[in-house]
């Protein structure tokens, strides 16, 4: 497949940073559970008396004795100014919301707080603009206009069938590639033609077997000419901006195999030479390999396929590495309660496939996985970021301290950094562990770039490992270590 091959096309939009408000702590305390939604009077003001004296009346039921009415004029300006007013006629949303509204006594004043709860009724848009043009997300501290495939996807958030679930009756279940699909399926079992209904990969639909969204996603024969986006967009461009493209890929093949391909291109273009005592100059990976795979992983699995003109993109510069999928957060999902573990599946076909496979362990604890891996390995945390209607996460490459080990750990990095390099049986008998539970710790070692295997293939009864160090100061850390001396 032919792409543009210049800089500015590979480039996505660059957008202003977001903004963070950091209330009073006090406030927060009173608000944390209020969502505040401000919407533009749009309809004029020609009903104005008529909320006024609805506004008026409500003030004079809620008030209670000893209240300061001098301030209740000015308090309630802002009620009125946006419109809550839930149940009247006069409701510029529709479908109609129904927001609890309570006064809340602050310091020497009150404060409105108005909750509005998860609706069944979603999407809601401004009565006057209609649904197409009056429908609006969050994105940070800011309000953006949804295009139609959002639109769609808050719909669809209400419904009990995501996008990829949903039946394609045009075609039959032959538009499945059931041999690539084995191909994928070989290391863990076999698969059967059965199972694709199973999997969710073919459904019923009037009473046939016709492929699903996310079947044609992942193993359709002809996939690209229905959702030409899924794919794999990766370059690597000169210094830290975008100015010059210098490599670039453009990764077609079914989803699975593409997710190596592009992880290997990201190894090629961010491994760092070293040399290691009288071994020859070997290569570090600039980015621990379990978080590069888990975030390719999740932004495969999570994607906003309904969107057009966004495939998914990895940029890589000399301090970063940036991974982009179309699609923001769902509703009702944070950046903080991500980081937290929490977690919403977009699309259910393809995190079923992946969670089979093996690629997903349990939903919702691949974020923690990243920041523990980048952490550990002496990185910064990875930054997440909504942007326009994509989601970023941004890898950092140069260290901000030393890797943290555990004790066994660093008994193991110690013996390695003594020799040549050791047999998996030798480490073992050295740290006093089975060979099963010696090999999960060489191989969490491995995964965060701190050893590398030598001369290890499937039939090599005794893999090495050497030390391949990657730390800003030269040193490994114990966990709980005094840094002074660093």
């Known amino acids: ?72 004029e000015h308090d309630f300006e802002p009620l009125q100014h946006n419109r809550l007013e839930g149940g009247h006629a006069g409701d510029p949303i529709e479908p109609r919301l129904l927001p609890e509204i309570e006064i809340v006594p602050w310091r020497k004043t009150q404060v409105v707080v108005a909750t509005v709860h998860p609706s069944g009724s979603r ?3 401004l009565k006057a603009d209609g649904p197409v043009r009056g429908t609006y997300v969050r994105l940070g501290s800011t309000n953006r ?20 679930e949903q039946p394609v009756p045009g075609l039959n279940s032959e538009a499945i590639d059931f041999a690539a699909a084995s191909q994928c399926f070989a290391e863990r079992r076999s698969l059967r033609r059965q199972d694709l209904e199973a999997l969710g990969l073919i459904s019923r639909h009037q009473g046939r077997l016709v492929p699903t969204v996310g079947g044609l996603l992942l193993f ?10 899924a794919w794999i967009q990766v370059g690597r461009f000169a210094g830290t901006d975008r100015t010059e493209l210098i490599d670039r890929a453009d990764v077609t093949d079914y989803p699975l195999v593409a997710l190596e391909q592009a992880i290997s291109f990201v190894e090629r273009n961010t491994r760092l030479g070293m040399s290691i005592g009288r071994l020859k100059r070997r290569d570090a990976p600039a980015v621990p390999p379990v978080a590069l795979r888990e975030v390719l992983v999740n932004a495969v699995v999570h994607a906003d396929y309904a969107q057009r003109g966004a495939s998914l993109r990895v940029a890589i510069f000399d301090d970063r590495v940036e991974i982009e999928n179309p699609g923001i957060l769902l509703p009702g999902l944070t950046i903080e309660e991500l980081r937290e573990g929490l977690s919403r599946v977009r699309n259910r076909v393809l995190a079923r496939v992946f969670n089979e496979l093996g690629l997903i362990e349990q939903w919702g604890t691949g974020v923690q996985r ?38 066994v750990e660093k008994r193991i990095a110690d013996y390695i950094t003594e020799g040549d390099g050791r047999a998996t049986a030798a480490i073992a008998k050295h740290i006093g562990l089975s ?7 060489l191989a969490s070692l491995e995964q965060r770039g701190l050893i590398a295997v ?20 030269g040193r490994i850390r114990k966990r709980g270590e005094d840094r002074s001396n660093d």
Not at 220 to 229: F, M, N, T
Not at 370 to 398: H, K, N, Q, S, Y
Not at 435 to 441: F, G, K, L
Not at 454 to 472: A, E, F, K, L, N
């Open 1 to 72: 497949m032919t792409r543009p091959s210049d800089a500015q096309t590979f480039a996505g939009p660059e957008h202003a940073k977001g903004r963070q408000h950091h209330a009073d702590a006090e406030l927060e305390r009173v608000l944390r559970h209020a969502r505040q939604r401000a919407v533009d009077d749009r309809t004029g003001r020609k009903n104005e008396y008529a909320r006024g004296k609805r506004a008026e009346a409500r003030r004079q039921e809620k008030t209670s004795p000893g209240t300061d009415r001098d301030h209740d």
């Open 370 to 407: 990243t920041i523990d891996a980048c952490t550990r390995a002496g990185l910064p945390e990875p930054e997440f970021a909504e942007l326009a209607l994509r989601f970023r996460v941004t890898l950092r490459t140069e260290p901000i301290g030393p890797v943290i080990v555990d004790a």
């Open 220 to 229: 359709g024969r002809d996939r690209l000419s229905r959702y030409p986006d």
């Open 123 to 125: 999407p809601h848009h």
């Open 435 to 441: 060979t099963r539970s010696t090999q999960h710790r």
């Open 145 to 164: 206009q949804a295009d139609a495939a959002l639109i769609a996807e808050l719909g669809r958030r209400t419904a009990t069938e995501t996008f990829d």
């Open 454 to 473: 030598v001369g290890s293939g499937p039939r090599d009864p005794q893999p090495m490992h050497t030390q391949h160090v990657r730390i800003s100061n």
